[in-house]
């Protein structure tokens, strides 16, 4: 019997040690399958970063405001978050026009030296020889008097001078004043025609070569004409220079005037007609057009300036065509003014950068040459350095105190 008890146990024993083996290497294998030995490599997460928690995940696709549908929650509160407003700018109050080439009389500084306090201390000298007539025809040539004018002055300087028989220092002074009062000619007309018309704006273009002044100029006399009560628009027509549109809406910006503008190297005219539209639109008093004086070739200019006006004149009148000449170039400004007459009526010089030159006698040669009053002079870069030409503190300023 004990022999068939042993038997069943070492029978049992067997049979469970072979069903373990079985159970193992069905373990091994259900492993999963070894790596395989070049790794495909992805690219990893990408590294987050200071800030991150304010974006929106990188490959999370966007969606616009509308797509997004909110969740409807009848009768709860909604939260109306309050967006700040944003502050409307500030508006610059310009210095009003009238007195301004007074109070900038200190910037023809130069020219008086040169030109005023020149002429009297040689004027003023014991004996008035040929020599001293010289002196002073160059101090007046080298002011860009001009050859004409110069000759006319000396003349009638050296008559009077003769019949005045002594010279006190007032009485030259007088005398100085008197003359290139004179040559200046206050009988011009200096009125600048910004006074709108029935139904339409006065326009005023602005011509001139490239660097002169031009577009500054168009932003000071935007200053000058809100100063003095007008309402105006800015024509962007100077599409040549790609930053001159954001200086002139710059300068409207700062005195509450739009600026109408085209794509760079678009169709100057266009962009006249359509500020004079809105000049219009607006009700405004005055529309004034920058435009992009090239002078590459006479045809070219004409082309350009007499499309800008035609165009505008299917609205109105071209009011002003103000020429824009810088007094520091002398002769070649001179040449530039003949060209511009030209091609296009104008009605009034500008002449920038008259501070600190030693040639405030441009005024005189400029007006000669094209029969045309200088109407505005620039005398320094700060937006309300553009005066009104007035002939007798001109000259006031020049022959000094
Ligand atoms: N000192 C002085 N500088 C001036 C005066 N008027 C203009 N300028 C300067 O002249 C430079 C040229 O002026 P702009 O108005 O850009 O010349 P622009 O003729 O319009 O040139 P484009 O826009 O290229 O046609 C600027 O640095 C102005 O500040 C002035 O009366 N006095």
Known sequence: METVILAVVIALVAVVAAGGLVVGSRRKKQLPPAPPSTPTITAPPAEPRVGDEAEVPRDEPRRTIEEVVLPE?????????????PAAPVLEQPEPSAGRLVRLRSRLSRSQNTLGKGLLALLSREHLDEDTWEEIEDILITADVGVAPTQELVDRLRTRVKVLGTRTPGDLRALLREELLTLVDPSLDRELKTESHETTPAVVLVVGVNGTGKTTTTGKLARVLVADGRSVVLGAADTFRA??????????????ARTVRGPEGGDPASIAFDAVKEGIAEGADTVLIDTAGRLHTKTGLMDELGKVKRVIEKHGPVDEVLLVLDATTGQNGLVQARVFAEVVDITGIVLTKLDGTAKGGIVIAVQRE???????????EGPDDLAPFEPEAFVDALIGD
């Open 73 to 85: 929650t009848p009768g709860a509160p909604v939260a109306v978050e309050e967006l700040p407003v």
């Open 243 to 256: 930053a001159a549109a954001d200086q002139l809406q710059t300068w409207g910006e700062r005195v509450g």
């Open 370 to 380: 094209l029969g045309v009053p200088v109407k505005l002079i620039g005398l320094g």
